[in-house]
């Protein structure tokens, strides 16, 4: 009884992170539309985006198939625990990328974005490293 | 570039994926050994992600979208047509999908 009820909820809490998803991919959406064509904004129709939603959303993991494939969450957490880390990192989801040259490059540049805006936080806390540490030693 | 997912969503999302998961290998688990607590309660804490990846996978979902869109709405202006309609979607589909 109780497992019953525990997947109904999962389902229900699928139901609703898709509903939210797909408000997220109507904005996107809408916005790469009227940006898509130079002269004139492209409009979309409704089940394309519908569509392209339904698709980032299996792309990114919750079925209501648990058989079919789940991407992105399950490659993540894979790669995490390969390398025997209980948290996913930004390396991970790179390497969920590793197939497309220019995705990855996007990627990096993204990331190495990200690094470079919060440099004080991770700077205060850091130590010198350990690789640094045995070129003076050497 | 303003647009983009929220990051609490996706690691929702991801959290919902890990916790079936999870649940799925407890009854495996369970089926070839029933007193094993300590080994299944080590396996089953729970997978985390940090912020950091989060937006990279945030940022990752948002390309796989306007791609999507980008390279239907190039059929579609090939065809002289200013709407992106369902069969432009279909004629991109198979590389949009080997691609990511």
């Known amino acids: ?138 | 570039m303003e647009n983009t997912f929220d990051t609490d969503l996706v690691y929702s999302i991801f959290k919902l994926v890990w916790r079936r998961k999870a649940a799925d290998r407890e009854e495996e688990a369970e089926v070839i050994m029933d007193t094993d607590v300590a080994g299944t309660s080590r396996k089953n804490r729970p997978m985390t992600a940090n912020s950091n990846a989060l937006r990279v996978s945030c940022e990752l979902l948002q390309i796989f979208v306007t791609e999507a869109v980008q390279r239907a709405a190039i059929i579609a202006e090939a065809e002289g047509n200013n709407r992106i309609e369902p069969t432009h979607l279909e004629r991109i589909l198979p590389q949009l999908l080997l691609d990511f």
Do not use: Y
Request: proline share 3%; glycine share 6%; hydrophobic share 35%.
């Open chain 1, 1 to 138: 009884m109780g497992e019953s009820e525990k997947t109904e909820e999962a389902e229900e809490m699928a139901e609703l992170l898709r509903d939210r998803f797909r408000l997220s991919v109507i904005t996107i959406a809408e916005a790469e539309g009227k940006s898509a064509s130079k002269r004139h904004g492209m409009e979309i129709k409704e089940p394309v985006v519908a569509c392209i939603s339904d698709l980032a959303f299996k792309f990114a993991g919750v079925l209501q198939n648990p058989d079919d494939s789940q991407v992105l969450a399950n490659d993540v957490r894979l790669f995490a625990q390969h390398a025997g880390r209980k948290s996913v990192n930004m390396e991970d989801v790179m390497l969920s990328a590793h197939r497309n040259e220019h995705l990855l490059g996007l990627l990096r540049s993204f990331s190495r974005d990200l690094k470079s805006k919060e440099p004080k936080t991770g700077k205060t806390r850091k130590r010198p490293s350990k690789k640094d540490d045995v070129i003076d030693a050497s």
